[in-house]
């Protein structure tokens, strides 16, 4: 849908739900996208993405999709690659910039080769996290391919021994060395930057300090019911310098939004 106007498309599908960990915050969103569609004068068809979702869009046949799933099918290509052979229009990112961003690991390995700092880490499955300190405390670990802050463990420097994950953990997980400090969410939508956004997750941060090595709350806490506050951060400049632009957008041509760790831990 980018370059053309979105009267184009007055008949707008929007998905959400699916079957990934995420479907309850993907559900919140996608009626708030749909109401925000409904007041600019779209017609708007809500969808539960299901296994079906090819048959329940072809009957639908609908100008343009609104992709407000969260997670894996919804964010890591598969949806898009659906929508691509069903020729129907949609929103945020394509196939390839989808699949690169889920996989934290090959994202990480883009971003390098584009000169960007990235923290070390390496890939392990439970068993191998379960038996011993993959890396030096502290330390996180969390699925390689899972959105937001599903399944995160946060190991830190007095841990008596490596985190005993939780049965659902996943078999790829990446072991990542832990980087104290805010964290700065920065949109993207094309070749244009918006915003700086500080996401302090205060009580989050008491929780770290106060456990050497603990699964993060729930999903839940990490969502927007978790965090404290989000808002343009004081003594910093609305947007990162454009020199970087074209590194976020070595993963491809993109709707997102890149995240960084530094600075001082939120008080």
Known sequence: MAGQSGRTFPRVAVLMGGASTER??????????????????????????????????AELSP???????????????????????????????????SALAMDKARAKEVFAAAGLPVTQSVLATPEEVRARHILPPPYVVKPNAEGSSVGVYIVHEDANGP????????????????????????????????????????RLVRLRRQIPSRRLASYRACGPAGRDHRGLPRHRTPCPPRARLPRHLALGPALGRSARVGGADPP
């Open 24 to 57: 309850e915050v993907s559900l919140s969103s996608g009626h708030s996208c749909s109401a925000a569609l409904r007041d600019a004068g779209y017609e708007v068809t809500e969808v539960d993405a299901g296994p079906d979702l090819a048959r329940v869009l």
């Open 63 to 97: 100008d343009a999709v609104f992709n407000a799933l969260h997670g894996r099918w919804g964010e890591d290509g598969c949806v898009q690659g659906l929508l691509e052979w069903l020729r129907i229009p949609y929103t945020h990112s394509g196939v390839l910039a």
């Open 163 to 202: 985190p005993q994950l939780a049965a659902d953990m996943p078999q790829d997980l990446m072991v990542e060395t832990y980087v104290p400090g805010r964290e700065l969410t920065v949109t993207v939508m094309g070749d244009r930057v918006l915003a700086v956004t500080d996401i302090p997750v205060r």
